[in-house]
């Protein structure tokens, strides 16, 4: 992995700590529900770097992009696809 790689991931990672920081200011004031969208967006951008060395969880930021945003419009299907993105993780942490 070249220096240019390493920049970018760093960069990367630093994006994910701003973002958790002003998300925690975020929650005092948002929608309760908002927390677990912030949460599922860091976990997102978390295993785009991931993915740079490895695909095994790709299937699970498919789940994640795919899903996040129903907080916003359907809490119920949220909670149903949320469950499922647990099982995933759990399943691809066992392998």
Excluded: W
Excluded at 17 to 46: K, M, N, Q, W
């Amino acid at each position: 992995m070249g220096l240019n790689s390493l920049n970018i991931q760093q960069e990367e990672l630093e994006g994910i700590i701003h973002f958790l920081i002003s998300s925690a200011r975020g929650c005092v004031d948002e929608t309760p529900l908002y927390g677990p969208l912030r949460l599922l967006e860091a976990a997102s951008r978390l295993l785009s770097i991931v993915a740079a060395f490895s695909d095994r969880h790709l299937e699970l930021k498919k789940l994640i992009d795919e899903n996040k945003y129903l907080v916003l419009t359907d809490e119920g299907q949220f909670l149903r696809e949320l469950d499922k993105i647990i099982l995933l993780l759990a399943q691809n942490s066992n392998k």
